[in-house]
């Protein structure tokens, strides 16, 4: 039979373990931050946002077409990621349990699953294939598809947490359902609703694979959402595999820009939920 | 008398807004029923899209797409059997080294974390979901290769003699599949930890202080009464992790080394079948080869959508027992 001894030791053992899980999980993070920091920021400068790709051998240059392509493609993506999202968000919270609202419910969570790359698949098909050529909407439709499972699940989220005896008042008071639900339960609901926008704006900010075969990349500025348009993540994916030291650090630098953008997301997520559990609820 | 009219307009005036409110909720309960219905819309057309274009190479090749190992576009032979192997062995060596340290996290968030270190901790870990892919790629090409090709694979394979086994043999690439693996394992890492913490703070006090009553230690605590509870949970996170694991694409390509071959050794380069289609996508050169890539992305499909069912069916199994 094991001692009391021998027990306490085991147990002590295991409890040190699990705070040297929590040492070994957050070192990843924090040592990559570190080196995009070191190594990105010596290659940053003013030129680099102001500045057009430059061909090998061409000392400075920038990737400001890609930092305005990956702007472009955030917002083609939410326009139609964030309005379908809410809406699809609405009905779930307000038809709890119609079978079209288990369906959407468990369908959300497989897509938001899949393969980044199965759905720039899906949007090569249907709007680079037929067109014949790549273009930024191909790219921006490939975000937004992956934009409205994200939307729909957090928007059914925070409804859900709205008190019925808001609705309920409102109701009483005559508004129409559809007021209710747009300016009551909506507009109690906004802050999380905005935190899992933003939420889903910075998980689709940083993605490369679905662009491979639909935005395609471009070293000059596009001119129409129709054309090929430069994206950060494709930038720093073609500097980084390629052989020239100079186009490494580039892609430190356009690394250090990218995940600025998406922290900075990703912390205002974080605030704008903050104080809505900070105000007071009545 | 003269009031009537009046009490007829008013009358008239209040059925309108009834109807016109009545109008409006119908039309609000059409618009938002129709964004709901885009998500099986798009479950059937990304579904129906990559079926559609993989047939003719399923009609012309049947399964030696995933079951020959020879890719040879000139040739005519696409067997996607390497990309297929590489997928499941660098998942797998992703889930052997993330699952140890996600649970620890999550248990250490949950049990024993000094309520100061919660909220950094979780955040941080939370955090690696948040960073691109293409990011961890570039920190793999530049920091994590050159630490394993130097001072990582040799250790491994001359001071720990695991040389002397299959899987750490042969000259040590820096490029590998274990390099893939270990990016993966970091990149799984928040999925696990996140879901396992969110199970494991669900389970009710009062197992807790029931095995506490009766002697166990700590540690027996957790693993006698709370492990077991939320263990569905765990397992789906894991699955979960495991689903973003087989469908990584970028980082993975940049890290694996990109050869089609079946080797035994994690120190040799790979393959995936996201970093196949991710290569070769833009320059498939005829109709077979597209078509042949669309098979592969068929395969990496049904392979994630069925991993995610699961693990979404297992974490919903947990959360209904909670309501109950």
Same mark, same amino acid.
């Given at each position: 039979?094991?001692?009391?001894?021998?027990?306490?030791?085991?147990?002590?053992?295991?409890?040190?373990?699990?705070?040297?899980?929590?040492?070994?999980?957050?070192?990843?993070?924090?040592?990559?931050?570190?080196?995009?920091?070191?190594?990105?920021?010596?290659?940053?400068?003013?030129?680099?946002?102001?500045?057009?790709?430059?061909?090998?051998?061409?000392?400075?240059?920038?990737?400001?077409?890609?930092?305005?392509?990956?702007?472009?493609?955030?917002?083609?993506?939410?326009?139609?990621?964030?309005?379908?999202?809410?809406?699809?968000?609405?009905?779930?919270?307000?038809?709890?349990?119609?079978?079209?609202?288990?369906?959407?419910? &468990?369908?959300?969570?497989?897509?938001?699953?899949?393969?980044?790359?199965?759905?720039?698949?899906?949007?090569?098909?249907?709007?680079?294939?037929?067109?014949?050529?790549?273009?930024?909407?191909?790219?921006?439709?490939?975000?937004?598809?992956?934009?409205?499972?994200?939307?729909?699940?957090?928007?059914?989220?925070?409804?859900?947490?709205?008190?019925?005896?808001?609705?309920?008042?409102?109701?009483?008071?005559?508004?129409?359902?559809?007021?209710?639900?747009?300016?009551?339960?909506?507009?109690?609901?906004?802050?999380?609703?905005?935190?899992?926008?933003?939420?889903?704006?910075?998980?689709?900010?940083?993605?490369?694979?679905?662009?491979?075969?639909?935005? &395609?990349?471009?070293? &000059?500025?596009?001119?129409?959402?129709?054309?090929?348009?430069?994206?950060?993540?494709?930038?720093?994916?073609?500097?980084?595999?390629?052989?020239?030291?100079?186009?490494?650090?580039?892609?430190?630098?356009?690394?250090?820009?990218?995940?600025?953008?998406?922290?900075?997301?990703?912390?205002?997520?974080?605030?704008?939920?903050?104080?809505? &559990?900070?105000?007071?609820?009545? | 008398?003269?009031?009537?009219?009046?009490?007829?307009?008013?009358?008239?005036?209040?059925?309108?807004?009834?109807?016109?409110?009545?109008?409006?909720?119908?039309?609000?309960?059409?618009?938002?029923?129709?964004?709901?219905?885009?998500?099986?819309?798009?479950?059937?057309?990304?579904?129906?899209?990559?079926?559609?274009?993989?047939?003719?190479?399923?009609?012309?090749?049947?399964?030696?797409?995933?079951?020959?190992?020879?890719?040879?576009?000139?040739?005519?032979?696409?067997?996607?059997?390497?990309?297929?192997?590489?997928?499941?062995?660098?998942?797998?060596?992703?889930?052997?080294?993330?699952?140890?340290?996600?649970?620890?996290?999550?248990?250490?968030?949950?049990?024993?974390?000094?309520?100061?270190?919660?909220?950094?901790?979780?955040?941080?870990?939370?955090?690696?979901?948040?960073?691109?892919?293409?990011?961890?790629?570039?920190?793999?090409?530049?920091?994590?290769?050159?630490?394993?090709?130097?001072?990582?694979?040799?250790?491994?394979?001359?001071?720990?003699?695991?040389?002397?086994?299959?899987?750490?043999?042969?000259?040590?690439?820096?490029?590998?599949?274990?390099?893939?693996?270990?990016?993966?394992?970091?990149?799984?890492?928040?999925?696990?930890?996140?879901?396992?913490?969110?199970?494991?703070?669900?389970?009710?006090?009062?197992?807790?202080?029931?095995?506490?009553?009766?002697?166990?230690?700590?540690?027996?605590?957790?693993?006698?009464?709370?492990?077991?509870?939320?263990?569905?949970?765990?397992?789906?996170?894991?699955?979960?992790?495991?689903?973003?694991?087989?469908?990584?694409?970028?980082?993975?390509?940049?890290?694996?080394?990109?050869?089609?071959?079946?080797?035994?050794?994690?120190?040799?380069?790979?393959?995936?079948?996201?970093?196949?289609?991710?290569?070769?996508?833009?320059?498939?050169?005829?109709?077979?080869?597209?078509?042949?890539?669309?098979?592969?992305?068929?395969?990496?499909?049904?392979?994630?959508?069925?991993?995610?069912?699961?693990?979404?069916?297992?974490?919903?199994?947990?959360?209904?027992?909670?309501?109950?």
């Amino acid at each position: 039979m094991k001692t009391a001894r021998s027990r306490h030791l085991a147990s002590g053992t295991m409890i040190g373990l699990t705070y040297l899980a929590a040492i070994l999980a957050t070192l990843p993070l924090l040592l990559i931050l570190a080196h995009l920091l070191r190594k990105g920021a010596s290659s940053l400068s003013l030129a680099f946002f102001t500045h057009m790709p430059v061909p090998v051998g061409e000392p400075g240059g920038g990737m400001a077409n890609a930092i305005v392509g990956t702007l472009v493609l955030i917002g083609i993506a939410s326009a139609i990621g964030l309005p379908i999202g809410i809406g699809a968000g609405l009905y779930l919270a307000e038809k709890k349990s119609t079978p079209l609202a288990y369906t959407v419910r &468990f369908l959300s969570d497989v897509l938001n699953g899949l393969p980044s790359i199965v759905i720039g698949i899906f949007a090569w098909e249907f709007l680079v294939r037929p067109i014949g050529h790549f273009s930024a909407l191909a790219g921006g439709v490939a975000l937004g598809s992956m934009m409205i499972p994200l939307v729909t699940r957090t928007t059914e989220e925070m409804l859900l947490v709205v008190p019925t005896s808001l609705r309920e008042a409102a109701l009483a008071l005559g508004y129409p359902r559809w007021r209710t639900s747009i300016s009551v339960v909506l507009r109690t609901a906004l802050a999380g609703i905005v935190t899992g926008a933003l939420v889903a704006v910075a998980r689709i900010a940083g993605e490369t694979a679905p662009l491979l075969f639909t935005a &395609f990349g471009n070293q &000059f500025w596009s001119t129409s959402l129709r054309e090929p348009i430069a994206a950060l993540p494709l930038q720093i994916f073609t500097y980084a595999i390629s052989p020239y030291d100079e186009w490494h650090r580039q892609a430190w630098a356009g690394a250090l820009v990218l995940i600025s953008i998406v922290l900075a997301i990703s912390l205002a997520a974080r605030l704008a939920t903050r104080s809505r &559990f900070g105000a007071p609820v009545d | 008398m003269t009031s009537l009219p009046v009490d007829w307009l008013e009358k008239d005036r209040r059925k309108l807004r009834v109807d016109a409110s009545a109008f409006s909720d119908k039309v609000y309960e059409a618009l938002t029923g129709a964004c709901a219905l885009v998500v099986p819309a798009l479950v059937v057309a990304i579904a129906s899209a990559i079926f559609v274009a993989a047939w003719p190479a399923f009609a012309k090749l049947g399964l030696s797409i995933i079951t020959t190992s020879d890719w040879d576009v000139a040739g005519g032979h696409f067997g996607a059997a390497p990309a297929l192997f590489g997928t499941l062995v660098s998942s797998a060596v992703a889930l052997i080294i993330a699952t140890p340290l996600a649970i620890g996290v999550a248990i250490f968030l949950s049990e024993f974390s000094p309520s100061w270190l919660r909220q950094p901790v979780g955040f941080l870990v939370d955090l690696l979901a948040a960073i691109p892919s293409v990011v961890y790629g570039l920190w793999g090409i530049f920091v994590l290769i050159p630490i394993l090709r130097e001072d990582v694979m040799p250790f491994l394979r001359d001071r720990l003699h695991l040389g002397a086994t299959p899987f750490f043999s042969g000259p040590a690439y820096g490029p590998s599949m274990l390099a893939a693996g270990v990016i993966l394992a970091i990149m799984a890492l928040p999925y696990i930890s996140a879901v396992s913490r969110e199970v494991l703070m669900a389970v009710p006090r009062s197992q807790r202080e029931a095995a506490l009553a009766l002697g166990a230690t700590r540690w027996e605590m957790i693993r006698d009464a709370v492990i077991p509870y939320a263990r569905s949970g765990i397992i789906g996170g894991i699955m979960l992790g495991l689903g973003r694991a087989l469908g990584e694409t970028m980082a993975v390509t940049m890290v694996i080394g990109n050869r089609p071959e079946i080797s035994a050794s994690l120190l040799a380069p790979g393959y995936t079948m996201a970093s196949l289609i991710a290569n070769e996508f833009s320059e498939a050169t005829n109709d077979l080869h597209l078509s042949a890539l669309m098979a592969v992305g068929t395969a990496l499909f049904i392979i994630t959508l069925i991993v995610n069912a699961v693990a979404r069916w297992l974490v919903w199994s947990v959360a209904r027992n909670r309501a109950q």
